[in-house]
């Protein structure tokens, strides 16, 4: 019998391939004991990536049927970035490079008055916690820690949309200042992934203006 893991794989490919199945079917498939299927589509079942339906038949007691959820989807292979590279490519050849700077910059908007709200009426250190978690839920594999009072290093192990910032830099330039509007902070973009850093490593400080009033409030 294969590694556990794999014979899971197997599964959601073979559930993805030849649609609903029983665990016999499976089991018939798999070359492996209903039993141990029945194991592994437990484990599926718990994490969300499979349900099943009663299968009733002519003959004999309802049997269950295994099919994939909508969260199994992020296991398969996807080619959205080369989609989104070819449409923008498409727009900026009949609409100029000037449009493109108005998709980014109305994307950097809309991404700011749709989250604005999460980092109100917190301190700097919660606004860049927030984003962290934010960020995060997206897939960037964030990191943060506070260097002072003042200032702060977060870093983003991941880029999900490195393919896409290679070749339209206003990408990074949308989340940069998406950044500094939600943290209504000073933000420096040291080192960036689409230009050949390792990670993307932002410095975080308070707004000079910010220190004045935090200064005045302390004395």
Same mark, same amino acid.
């Given at each position: 019998?294969?590694?556990?893991?794999?014979?899971?794989? +197997?599964?959601?490919?073979?559930?993805?391939?030849?649609?609903?199945?029983?665990? =016999?079917?499976?089991?018939?498939?798999?070359?492996?004991?209903?039993?141990?299927?029945?194991?592994?589509?437990?484990?599926? !079942?718990?994490?969300?990536?499979?349900? =099943?339906?009663?299968?009733?038949?002519?003959?004999? @007691?309802?049997?269950? +049927?295994?099919?994939?959820?909508?969260?199994?989807?992020?296991?398969?292979? /996807?080619?959205?970035?080369?989609?989104?590279?070819?449409?923008?490519?498409?727009?900026?050849?009949?609409?100029?490079?000037?449009?493109?700077?108005?998709?980014?910059?109305? @994307?950097?908007? @809309?991404?700011?008055?749709?989250?604005? &709200?999460?980092?109100?009426? /917190?301190?700097?250190?919660?606004?860049? !916690?927030?984003?962290?978690?934010?960020? !995060? =839920?997206?897939?960037?594999?964030?990191?943060?820690?506070?260097? &002072?009072?003042?200032?702060?290093?977060?870093?983003?192990?991941?880029?999900?949309?490195?393919?896409?910032?290679?070749?339209?830099?206003?990408?990074?330039?949308?989340?940069?200042?998406?950044?500094?509007?939600?943290?209504?902070?000073?933000?420096?973009?040291?080192?960036?992934?689409?230009?050949?850093?390792?990670?993307?490593?932002?410095?975080?400080? +308070?707004?000079?203006?910010?220190?004045?009033?935090? /200064?005045?409030?302390? /004395?």
């Amino acid at each position: 019998m294969r590694e556990n893991g794999s014979t899971r794989n +197997q599964i959601l490919i073979l559930l993805k391939t030849k649609g609903p199945l029983t665990v =016999s079917d499976m089991a018939e498939h798999l070359g492996v004991t209903e039993m141990a299927v029945r194991r592994h589509l437990n484990t599926l !079942e718990r994490d969300q990536l499979i349900q =099943s339906q009663l299968l009733r038949q002519s003959m004999g @007691r309802p049997t269950s +049927q295994y099919f994939l959820t909508e969260k199994s989807e992020e296991f398969f292979p /996807k080619n959205y970035h080369m989609f989104t590279l070819d449409l923008l490519q498409d727009l900026e050849e009949l609409q100029g490079s000037e449009f493109i700077d108005s998709l980014f910059r109305n @994307r950097e908007k @809309r991404l700011t008055e749709s989250y604005q &709200s999460m980092f109100q009426e /917190k301190s700097l250190r919660e606004r860049i !916690e927030t984003l962290a978690k934010l960020q !995060e =839920s997206k897939g960037y594999m964030v990191e943060w820690e506070e260097n &002072s009072a003042e200032s702060f290093t977060l870093v983003e192990h991941n880029c999900p949309i490195v393919q896409i910032a290679n070749r339209y830099n206003q990408a990074c330039n949308c989340e940069l200042n998406w950044f500094r509007n939600l943290l209504d902070a000073e933000v420096q973009l040291y080192e960036c992934k689409a230009k050949g850093g390792q990670n993307c490593v932002y410095f975080i400080r +308070q707004k000079a203006e910010n220190q004045e009033v935090i /200064k005045e409030a302390i /004395k």
